[in-house]
């Protein structure tokens, strides 16, 4: 296969290294950069699990994203999301509200909740559902990560803009 040398900002960081040319965004972050706080459920596109935010406003599934694809954008995951050891508000609230079992969904539920509220900072229960639609939870029921989502939203309406991803969220 051939290989090509790719240059990915995760986190506000740079990394530059040699991969083939077919290796997805997920391995590439989990493989190339060790950086494992994405998760790998399916590898399909269908859990979720594997989300990070473009830019700071696009979710895509880094299963489903060749690492080529994602040069030259902003990559954020959700260790991207503390800012000087402190929690997003997104993550805040899903400890608060106990929309965390396993944890395995978590930091692709994070990083939709963000794109979510990037798209739309005062979702409806309505929206956020429709918007948390292909991330899958096995343990929580789901409720109290809607909740979580609505929490985090009051949260960051009282408080200050924060930057994701170089950009605002
Ligand atoms: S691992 Fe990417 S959607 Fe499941
Ligand atoms: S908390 Fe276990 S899969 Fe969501």
Redesign the pocket.
């Known amino acids: 296969m051939k290989t090509k040398m790719i240059t990915l900002c995760v986190n506000g960081k740079d990394h530059r290294f040699e991969a083939p040319v077919n290796r997805t965004l997920l391995q590439a972050l989990r493989d190339d950069l060790k950086l494992t706080d994405t998760k790998y459920g399916c590898g399909t596109g269908e859990c979720g699990g594997c989300t990070v935010l473009m830019d700071g406003k696009d979710n895509v599934c880094s299963c489903l994203t060749l690492a080529v694809e994602a040069e030259g954008r902003h990559i954020t995951t959700v260790g991207g999301m503390t800012r000087e050891g402190e929690l997003h508000p997104i993550q805040i609230a899903f400890i608060e509200l106990g929309a ?7 930091p692709g539920m994070i990083m939709k909740t963000a794109g979510i509220l990037a798209d739309n900072p005062n979702p409806t229960e309505e929206e956020i559902r429709k918007g948390l639609d292909g991330n899958i ?4 029921g789901y409720e109290k990560i809607v909740l979580a989502v609505r929490r985090a939203s009051e949260m960051m309406d009282t408080a200050q803009t924060r930057k994701v991803g170089g950009m605002s969220a």
């Open positions: 965390i079992q396993c944890g395995y969904c978590t939870c096995r343990c929580t």
